[in-house]
C-alpha cells in the first residue's frame, strides 16, 4: 500500500487529499523536487533538500521542517514505502488561505511526499536517440522569476510539451526571451563540440540541474572541458553530439534537432562514455541509514 507524507502523517493514496484552498492548487504558489531512489538509497539527496529551501527562501516561503527534519522525513517515506528503485516527489505549498492571491492568508505552508514507481523511457530512445524541436513557447525570464526556483508553476514548460507532443517529438527546447538556449521542458540540454561539452548557465534560463552538475563532475573526471556558456539554435544544429539530462531521464541522447541531423545522427562517444560513468555512480549500491 501506498504511504503518502502530508504534514507529519501518513496516508494511503484514497485518503490523501489537500484543500481546494491551498495557494499551490489556486495559484501554483509552491516549490518542488524530484528525486531517485536507486538500489534502495535516494540520489544526491542534500542537493535536492539543499534546492528546495533554496527555493522557498526566493519565494519567501518558510518550510515548517528544519532541513534535517526535511531529509528524515524523506527517508522515513521511503522506508514506508519499502521502494528499492522508485521516484520521490517533495512538494511544499503555501497552504491554505483566502481566494485572494495575498498569501499573508496562509498561516501553515503543507509539506507533502509522494514515493511512487519511477516511468522510465523506452530502452530505444536511449539506445538510438530522441529527436526534438524548438518550442515557440519561452522559458520564464529569469526577471520576472529566477529559473533556479523549481515552483509549482511549469505552464509555460507545459506549453512547450504540448507543442512538441503535436509535433511528434518527446522533448521541446526551450528558448529565453533573447532567443538563447534555456533547457528543456524538463531537462536540461548538453551539446559536444570539437571533444568539449557546453550548456547554458542558469542566467540564460536553465534550472541547476543535479543531474547536469552530476555530468559536470563524471566529465572532469574523465577530463572532458565543460563550458556554461551562451547557446544558439545554430550552436545547437552544427553540435557533434547532444543529449539532455534530468531525474527521470537521466542522460538521453538527442539525434534530431528541428529536422536536422545532430552529428551523424546517432549517439554520439561522449555521450554513450557519460551514460556509462552516470549509470555506475547510480547504480552503486547506498543503503539508507538503519
Ligand atoms: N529543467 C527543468 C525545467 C526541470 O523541471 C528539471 C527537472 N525535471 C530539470 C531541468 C533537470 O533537473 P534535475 O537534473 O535536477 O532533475
Do not use: W
Amino acid at each position: 500500500m501506498m504511504k503518502i507524507y502530508i504534514d507529519g502523517h501518513y496516508y494511503e493514496k484514497h485518503e490523501a487529499c489537500v484543500s481546494v484552498f491551498d495557494h499551490g492548487l489556486l495559484y501554483g504558489d509552491g516549490v518542488f523536487e524530484g528525486i531517485r531512489i536507486y538500489g534502495g538509497g535516494i540520489f544526491k539527496l542534500d542537493a535536492h533538500v539543499r534546492r528546495l529551501y533554496q527555493s522557498a527562501r526566493a519565494i519567501l516561503l518558510e518550510i515548517p521542517l528544519s532541513e534535517q527534519e526535511m531529509k528524515d522525513a524523506i527517508t522515513g517515506t521511503v522506508k514506508a514505502n519499502d521502494k528499492e528503485d522508485g521516484y520521490i516527489r517533495v512538494l511544499v505549498t503555501r497552504g491554505a488561505g483566502a481566494l485572494g492571491i495575498d498569501p499573508s492568508s496562509c498561516t501553515k505552508p503543507s509539506v507533502i511526499i509522494i514515493v511512487g514507481d519511477i516511468q522510465l523511457y523506452p530502452r530505444s530512445y536511449y539506445q538510438e536517440g530522441i529527436a526534438v524541436m524548438t518550442a515557440a513557447s519561452r522559458r520564464m525570464p529569469s526577471d520576472c522569476l529566477d529559473a533556479r526556483v523549481k515552483s509549482l508553476n511549469y505552464l509555460n514548460n507545459i506549453m512547450a510539451k504540448l507543442e512538441a507532443r503535436q509535433a511528434g517529438c518527446l522533448e521541446a527546447v526551450m528558448l529565453n526571451k533573447e532567443g538563447y538556449v534555456a533547457e528543456c521542458t524538463g531537462d536540461n540540454i548538453f551539446i559536444v563540440k570539437d571533444g568539449d561539452l557546453y550548456m547554458p548557465a542558469p542566467c540564460y534560463g536553465a534550472l541547476d540541474g543535479i543531474t547536469m552538475e552530476t555530468i559536470i563532475e563524471l566529465a572532469g573526471a574523465m577530463a572532458l572541458t565543460c563550458h556554461q556558456s551562451a547557446l544558439t539554435r545554430y550552436d545547437l544544429y552544427t553540435a557533434d553530439e547532444c543529449f539532455l539530462t534530468g531525474t527521470g531521464a537521466e542522460i538521453i541522447p538527442v539525434v534530431q534537432i528541428d529536422g536536422r541531423c545532430i552529428g551523424d545522427g546517432k549517439p554520439g562517444r561522449i555521450t554513450h562514455g557519460l551514460r556509462e560513468a552516470f549509470d555506475k555512480t547510480v547504480r552503486q549500491p547506498v543503503h539508507l541509514a538503519a
